[in-house]
């Protein structure tokens, strides 16, 4: 039952933020449609359901003329019959690097969380090496996490602070 207390974000129903230019949809969204669930099946559907309604405000004559999306961007329809592919082969040490980052962050940043934990976490992040891009922006996205993390001492459901 955790789960139903995680939060995630507020938005509209055109998955708008109060943030200018932010829009969220899916698993960290908060739609108010199935209150705070952001587990399984509900987040796919409200991800389905809010990401096609972003896409068409965007695209929407308002959407078009609307001062916080980035000019000149495009977004690009898919379907889900026939998805766009990306492969990319990552080097033995990028897989290696990137499960040692998600080992750290679920250690120290999991379910059950300290301070001492979020400071472990960044000293052991900063001895992985960066020289792939794809290392350097995980590791600046789990020291946001850590930052945010510290800023959360209460639990909100989805964690424990000790």
Same mark, same amino acid.
């Given at each position: 039952? =955790?789960?139903?207390?995680?939060?995630?974000?507020?938005?509209? !129903?055109?998955?708008?933020?109060?943030?200018?230019? /932010? *829009?969220? #949809?899916?698993?960290?969204?908060? +739609?108010?449609?199935?209150?705070? %669930?952001? /587990?399984?099946?509900? =987040?796919?559907?409200?991800? $389905? &359901?809010? @990401?096609?309604?972003?896409? %068409?405000?965007?695209?929407?004559?308002?959407?078009? %003329?609307?001062?916080? /999306?980035?000019?000149?961007?495009? !977004?690009?329809?898919?379907?889900?019959?026939?998805?766009? +592919?990306?492969?990319?082969?990552? !080097?033995?040490? &990028?897989?290696?690097? =990137?499960?040692?980052?998600?080992?750290? $962050?679920?250690?120290? @940043?999991?379910?059950?969380?300290?301070?001492?934990?979020? =400071?472990?976490?960044? #000293?052991?992040?900063?001895?992985?090496?960066?020289?792939?891009?794809?290392?350097?922006?995980?590791?600046? #996205?789990?020291? @946001?996490?850590?930052? @945010?993390?510290?800023?959360?001492?209460?639990? &909100?459901?989805?964690? *424990? #602070?000790?």
């Amino acid at each position: 039952m =955790a789960h139903f207390a995680s939060g995630g974000i507020p938005v509209d !129903l055109n998955a708008k933020t109060q943030l200018p230019g /932010l *829009y969220a #949809v899916g698993e960290v969204a908060c +739609t108010g449609v199935h209150g705070a %669930n952001r /587990l399984a099946s509900n =987040a796919l559907l409200e991800g $389905m &359901v809010f @990401a096609e309604r972003l896409a %068409n405000s965007i695209e929407s004559k308002e959407g078009a %003329n609307d001062p916080e /999306l980035v000019e000149g961007s495009r !977004l690009q329809k898919t379907s889900f019959e026939n998805p766009p +592919t990306l492969i990319i082969e990552p !080097l033995p040490e &990028v897989k290696a690097y =990137a499960k040692r980052l998600g080992k750290i $962050m679920w250690e120290h @940043a999991g379910i059950i969380r300290s301070a001492d934990g979020y =400071a472990q976490a960044r #000293v052991e992040i900063d001895s992985i090496p960066s020289r792939d891009i794809r290392i350097h922006h995980r590791k600046l #996205v789990a020291k @946001a996490i850590l930052d @945010a993390c510290a800023k959360r001492r209460q639990s &909100v459901g989805g964690h *424990y #602070v000790i």
